[in-house]
C-alpha cells in the first residue's frame, strides 16, 4: 500500500507544484499524470482531479483575497455562468465517451499553450457599457506608483458566454479552465491581466466544487486515489507558490509550453488510437 | 459596498473558515488513509486495482456514508472528508450571499443565491444521474 500510495503523492506534489509555478492550476498536470503515468482511467482521474482543484483554491485564494486584486462583483457574476456550465459538464461527464474527453482534454492543453505564450498586458479602457455599469463591475487596483488605477468593464455576456464553455470544460475535463476564464475577462472584457488572474483564481473552487459535488454524490470518486491526490496537489501547489517569487517566470513559461503539447499530443493519440 | 465591512468579512473571517474547513479535510482524508491500511489486509490495494480496472464503490445515500464512517469504514470516512472539503466553496459562496443581503444589494443576493443552487442542484443531479 505505501508504495502505490507513495507513488500518487508524488505525481500529485509534482501536478501541484508544476501547476502553481506555470499559473495553470494543478488540474492540467494530475489528469494526464493519473491516465498515462498510472494508468487510470480518465473519469477517475477527472475525479479526483476536481476534488484537488477544490482543495488547491481553497489554500490559495486565501492569499489573493487578501492583495486587492480580486474583483469580487465581476466574480459572483460570472460563477453564475460557470457554475451552470460546471454541473452540465459533471453530468454530461457520466455520459460522453472516453475519446470525446481525451479529444477534449488535448484541446484545452493547446489553448492553455496558446494562452500562456501570448498573455496580453493590460489594455485598460474608461467607459464601460451599460450592463457593466448597472452591475457596477468597475473597479480599481494598486499601481506601480502607489495610487489606484480605475478600469471599466465592458461585454459582460460575451464574457459570461466563455465562462460557460469554462464551466462545462471544468466538469468534463476535472481541470480549472483557468487559462479560459483570464481570456475571458482580459480579452473579452478588457478586465486588467492581474485583476483577471486574481479573480479567475477566486472563482476556482467554485466551479471545480460545482463539478466535484456532481462527482461525489454519483459516486464517481474513488476515495482512495482521490484523497492522497488532494493532499498531494495541495502541498505541491503550496509550496509552488512559496517558490513562485523567486523564480524566473519568463523562462519557465517555454518549458510549460512544451509540456503542455505534449500533453496534448500523447492526449489526442489516445483518443486517435482508441477510434 | 462599505469597503469595511468587506474587508471585515473578506479579510478576516472568509480565510480563519476556508482553512479551518481544509485542515478539518485533510485530517479526515488521513484517518481515513490510515484506516485503509489497518481495515483489511490488502484492502487499499485491492481497491486501487480494482478502481483501475474501471470499479468503483456502488453509490452510497448520505445515511449509508455515515453509517459507514461510524463503523470505520475507510471508504466512507474518505467521502465524508471529501464532502467537507467541497464546504470550502459553499462556505465563500455563502460569506458573499450574507454579505450582500446586509448591503441590500439585491441583484448581488440573486447572483449568489443562483450559485448556491447550482451547488446543491449538483449534489441532485450526482444523487439521480
Known sequence: MLEIVSELLLLAVASGFIGAMSGLGGGVFIVPALVIIAHMPMKIAVGASLISVVATSAGASVAFVRDGWTNLKVAMVLECATVTGAVTGAYLAGIVPTVVLELLFAAMMLQSAYFNVRKQGDDIIEHGDELARRLELAGDFPGDDGKNVHYEVVNVYGGGLLMVVAGLMSGLLGIGSGALKVMAMDYFMHIPLKVSSATSNFMLGVTAGAGALVFLARGDVATSIAAPVALGVTAGALGGSRLLPHANVSSLRNVFTVILILIALEMGWRALTRM | ?129
Open chain 2, 1 to 129: 459596498m462599505p469597503a469595511s465591512d468587506e474587508d471585515r468579512i473578506l479579510r478576516f473571517w472568509t480565510p480563519i473558515l476556508l482553512r479551518s474547513i481544509l485542515v478539518a479535510a485533510s485530517i479526515i482524508l488521513v484517518l481515513g488513509l490510515v484506516l485503509s491500511a489497518s481495515y483489511t489486509p490488502d484492502y487499499y490495494v485491492g481497491r486501487y486495482y480494482a478502481v483501475r480496472a474501471g470499479h468503483l464503490h456502488a453509490r452510497e445515500s448520505f445515511a449509508r456514508m455515515f453509517v459507514g464512517a461510524a463503523q470505520g469504514q475507510p471508504h466512507s470516512v474518505m467521502t465524508i472528508g471529501l464532502f467537507v472539503l467541497t464546504l470550502v466553496p459553499l462556505a465563500r459562496v455563502a460569506f458573499c450571499f450574507l454579505l450582500f443581503l446586509r448591503e441590500r444589494d439585491y441583484a448581488y443576493v440573486g447572483f449568489t443565491a443562483y450559485v448556491l443552487a447550482g451547488l446543491v442542484l449538483g449534489v441532485m443531479l450526482g444523487k439521480i444521474g
